[in-house]
């Protein structure tokens, strides 16, 4: 997106050579073969909302993503799987964290995010469900925007971006606050959340140097800070002994006491969580050769305090998590132009992470004969700290058979060193056939090798919780695997008319220690678990029209994803469902069978109108995941108008939102299944206003 004003001779120059280093990087990093879906500056500022859209509501408008709660972090999924993407910035992969609540990147720095979906090229690794590929906003010419924007839930978020150049170096700068009382999903269908505010604050910084004409230097620094309040569920009851009578202790008043007067609705559960990163990348750019390679840092910390009297009343254990991390790695990728007909792609990618996981639990201790809790709460700590490696190398050929047939296929190489050690060779094929003009067929195939998140697959030590109210019913602790999986996937996109496409997709994918995750107690935590045996198959539909001054879009999705046998951390498990799980299939906890999205924009004169909508069959719920919530569609709806103060002064741009038009009470969440712990609802009815200053 351009800066204010025209630029100046120097200005444009310099945006035409850093617009051919972006080529130059698009060349090295193909899409090649995969399912891609792109939303630019201009359509992300032509929704309810804009910029003031949080990310993971923004991908929401994408094929195949459903909506889950934040808690599941992130609270989307990509063809029905776990948290299984990736992201990039400008190629780079932005190192994951460790199951924090809600994004740690905004929307304004975005000016272009593609999701991959599919039978993925070879450099993509590790996390394969989907890859968020956001460019980020770069020009020349100075020029910004602050805003303010607020309403329902007591929202404030103010925010800026500023962008420019010095010489021969681009820069751009984001950062926004956000305070609100609806952080979380509400727990009960009720407008206002009990106990549900949040702090929160994002920083984004690109800086790009051209070197010469044939070299860049990049750094790319961002940061995340946010505190949040658990929502409270009231009501509840309180955590009973088989005679339904709570044990004596806690210094000078007794729990049971406290539990004749204590209401759910008083807990003040928190959690922190940080994210810090920083990548520093060199670009070069020959005749044949392209290569871009990179080093990063990055800090992830997360911190759930419990209430600790008031959960030991109602749960029976009090626990206070905290998982921090290192990370550092680096990444290179290159390509070489063999000739018309070959281009061969080389890289790897080293990682190194070490994850200190705390758990200091207040228990009870448990009369092995009664099973009732007795005596006095006490603390037990479980820790564990890990370095582990991921080292992943690639290469690949893309083969041009004909003027209208292409053949990309190469392998991969991915070494895994955490609490298991394992590794896996992953041959990646894919067709691309284009008859015509406006007309693109694929198909292919990929074997894929997930690793699990390490902080997230962090083993517990049970013997420490032998014979307390932490004490699980299935004793089993089998480490986390990597995932292996077999992938197959056709499409077609068609240009029907000018301005009008679409397109179709199909896929397959078979997986052995399938990986799942889930919140299993009160802390508002992940914990990962394998399944031996799993598949999902589905089907995506998109449509997308533009003429002049309109837009509109679509997209609908169907899966089904389904696995059995549990063979890692069983003891998260019930074990009633443990036992029917071993043997049965089950619907898993992130697939959702239908999914959809649609909106329209329209701009007439300095006015711009949008709606969007999003529609959900329903999460599982239930015994093993046997039934689904219910079905749901919600719609929002936005006005935005440019004011000019006086001639040749930057606009002033006033909106209005509503979110969820309709009021639609729905549940995301229930409260049961397999990982849920409480129940969470979608937002409901909330209106909006902002206003933003172009600088």
């Known amino acids: 997106m351009a800066g204010a004003g025209a630029p100046t001779p120097a ?49 929401l408008q994408l094929p195949g993503v459903n909506y889950d709660s934040a808690v599941s972090n992130p609270n989307f999924h990509v063809r029905s799987e776990y948290a299984n993407v990736q992201t990039r910035i400008n190629g780079l992969v932005l190192p994951e964290g460790v199951s924090g609540l809600g994004p740690v990147i905004d929307t304004n720095f975005i000016g272009s995010l593609s999701l991959l979906t599919g039978t993925l090229p070879a450099q993509y690794g590790l996390r394969t469900a989907g890859v968020l590929d956001i460019t980020s906003r770069a020009f020349s010419t100075p020029g910004g925007s602050v805003s303010i924007y607020g309403g329902s839930n007591s929202t404030i978020t103010p925010s800026f971006d500023y962008g420019g150049s010095v010489g021969d170096t681009q820069y751009f700068f984001s950062g926004r606050g956000n305070w609100n009382n609806l952080g979380l999903e509400n727990p009960t269908s009720s407008i206002n959340a009990i106990h549900d505010h949040t702090d929160q604050g994002k920083f984004f910084a690109y800086v790009s140097t051209a070197i010469n004409d044939t070299q860049r230097v990049s750094v790319i620094s961002g940061a995340s800070y946010s505190v949040f309040q658990i929502p409270n569920n009231p009501n509840q009851p309180v955590f009973p002994d088989s005679n339904g009578i709570l044990p004596n202790g806690l210094g000078m008043t007794t729990l049971s006491a406290l539990a004749d007067t204590a209401n759910s609705s008083n807990l003040n559960e928190r959690e922190i969580d940080q994210y810090y990163y920083n990548i520093v990348a060199l670009q070069s750019h020959g005749d044949l050769i392209d290569s871009q390679i990179s080093v990063f840092s990055r800090y992830a910390n997360v911190h759930f305090i419990p209430d600790v009297t008031n959960d030991l009343i109602f749960n029976g254990v009090a626990s206070d998590v905290t998982r921090a991390s290192q990370m550092y790695g680096t990444q290179f990728d290159a390509s070489y132009d063999v000739n018309s007909a070959h281009t061969l792609r080389f890289g790897f990618m080293v990682t190194a992470e070490k994850t200190d996981v705390s758990n200091i639990s207040t228990v009870f201790n448990v009369d092995p004969v009664s099973g009732n809790p007795t005596g006095a709460p006490f603390t037990v700590t479980d820790t564990n700290s890990l370095l582990g490696w991921n080292l992943g190398a690639y290469v690949q050929d893309e083969w041009k058979l004909t003027n209208q047939l292409t053949l990309n296929y190469g392998i991969r190489f991915d070494q895994l060193y955490q609490f298991v050690d ?46 307390t109210t932490n004490q699980p019913a299935v004793p089993n602790e089998d480490p986390v695997k990597p995932e292996r999986s077999h992938y197959f996937d056709v499409g077609v996109d068609q240009k029907l008319l000018p301005g009008l496409t679409v397109g179709l997709d199909a896929y397959y994918k078979i997986a052995t220690d399938l990986i799942d995750d889930g919140q299993f107690g009160q802390a508002v935590v992940l914990t990962q678990f394998n399944w031996a045996r799993g598949y999902s198959e589905g089907a995506e539909a998109k449509v997308k029209y533009q003429n002049g001054n309109f837009s509109a879009y679509a997209n609908f999705a169907f899966n089904i994803t389904r696995a059995t046998d549990p063979t890692s951390n069983q003891y998260l498990l019930d074990p009633d469902e443990y036992a029917y799980l071993l043997t049965h299939y089950h619907y898993t906890d992130d697939m959702q069978m239908l999914t959809g999205s649609a909106g329209a924009s329209y701009r007439w004169n300095q006015t711009l109108f949008s709606i969007n909508m999003k529609y959900g069959s329903g999460l599982p719920t239930g015994f093993a995941n046997s039934s689904f919530n219910e079905p749901y569609a919600t719609a929002n709806l936005g006005i935005a108008h440019e004011l000019q103060a006086a001639p040749g002064a930057k606009p002033l741009t006033v909106r209005f939102d509503v979110v969820n038009l309709f009021d639609k009470i729905y549940a995301i969440r229930d409260g049961s299944g397999i990982g849920v712990f409480a129940p969470q609802f979608g937002q409901r009815r909330g209106f909006y206003v902002g206003i933003s200053q172009k600088l």
Do not use: W
Not at 42 to 48: D, F, L, N, Y
């Open 11 to 59: 200005q444009a120059a310099l945006d035409r050579k850093m617009q051919g280093f972006d080529q130059s990087r698009d060349h090295v990093l193909t899409k090649l073969g995969a399912s891609t879906y792109t939303i630019d500056r201009a359509a992300i500022e032509t929704m309810p909302q804009g910029d003031n859209t949080p990310v993971d509501k923004l991908v």
């Open 422 to 467: 394992a590794n896996q060779f992953s041959p990646r094929a894919a067709l691309v056939y284009k008859p015509f003009d406006g007309t693109t067929f694929h198909a292919g195939y990929a074997r894929y090798f997930t690793p699990p998140m390490q902080a997230q697959a962090t083993q517990s030590n049970l013997a420490l919780f032998t014979n």
